[in-house]
């Protein structure tokens, strides 16, 4: 690939690691979080597909695309031995790319990744297998609903700040979706980032795969959920205790699925003193 992936560099000393952020996120919107980790890492954070320049949906066939590329990137910046962090759909993706290349990661730190109960998966796959019309998640049409352009930024912030999926943000957090969740729009205004149609596709093909690839997994591993979470749910926590059970789960209270928004300090806090007793 002669395209280089694109990313982002936080600086900081210490240990390289590498962010691998969540569906429909840029890694900007994450800057709490980000900028906490610098004081125990090296931190880098990958643009996945939907934010590279004319990357089409069409191209997204399962989320193995998205844990191929962070393997290209790591490649590419001769990357080896860093711990891999991922949240949600970067969750996903970091953990096939540890299971398929281990040399590129001395740890793992999984936040809330899309781990989906296995009843649910099979009844994914019972779909598939018989060539029925693929599973719409209702995520899907609430992405390709989604409102994505406005005036100017303030229009934004005064449409998104009500939504109770940014209720425990902070002020702070929530700017920090607007400035880098949004981007300038060629006729004026702006315009979602991570485009509603790769929201969608990205959706639409849920990793069915992923218990599969857990027992694999031979780096040290921290796991987070968020109590709240409405996509880890305690079913899916508790096969993944049984299948990793050697890995460190932490549970963090009062937060959603959006927990390195909501608790950027904590989150961080959490997974340097993990890695300082390693």
């Known amino acids: ?47 996945h597909r939907p934010l590279w320049p004319a990357a089409q949906p069409e191209e997204m066939k399962s989320w193995h695309r ?28 970091t953990m096939i790319a540890a299971a398929k290349r281990p040399e590129l990661f001395s740890h793992l730190v999984l936040i809330d990744p899309v781990f989906l109960a296995p009843h649910l998966l099979a009844v994914v796959e019972e779909r598939v297998k018989n060539q029925e019309e693929p599973f719409e998640f209702p995520l899907v049409a609430v992405a390709q609903k989604r409102r994505d352009w ?10 998104l700040r009500p939504k109770p ?8 957090a929530m700017w920090d ?28 093909m849920p990793p069915t795969y992923v218990w599969e690839y857990v027992p694999q997994i031979s780096q ?9 979470s409405d996509t880890l749910f305690p079913l899916a926590w508790e096969h993944w205790q049984k299948l990793q059970p050697h890995a460190t789960f932490m ?13 950027p300090e904590p989150v961080a806090s959490l997974i340097a003193r993990w890695a300082k007793d390693l």
């Open 66 to 93: 998205i844990a191929e590329d962070l393997i290209t990137f790591f490649d590419q910046q001769n990357l080896r031995g860093v711990i891999g962090v991922g949240h949600s759909l970067g969750g996903v993706a």
């Open 220 to 228: 040290p591993t921290l796991a987070i959920r968020a109590a709240n």
């Open 165 to 172: 999926v940014f209720a425990r943000f902070s002020d702070e």
């Open 1 to 47: 690939m002669s395209f280089m992936i694109p990313f982002h560099d936080y600086g900081g000393r210490g240990p390289m690691l590498h962010f691998a952020h969540a569906n429909a996120y840029p890694p900007g919107s994450y800057r709490l979080f980000l900028n906490a980790l610098p004081r125990n890492f090296q931190v880098l954070a990958v643009k």
């Open 251 to 263: 549970e963090i209270p009062d937060c959603s699925h959006l927990l390195t928004m909501e608790k």
């Open 177 to 204: 979706f607007i400035n880098y969740g949004l981007a300038d729009d060629a006729n004026g205004g702006v315009h979602l980032a991570f485009p509603k149609a790769w929201e969608a596709q990205i959706y639409r």
């Open 150 to 159: 406005w005036s100017s930024r303030a229009a934004a912030y005064e449409h």
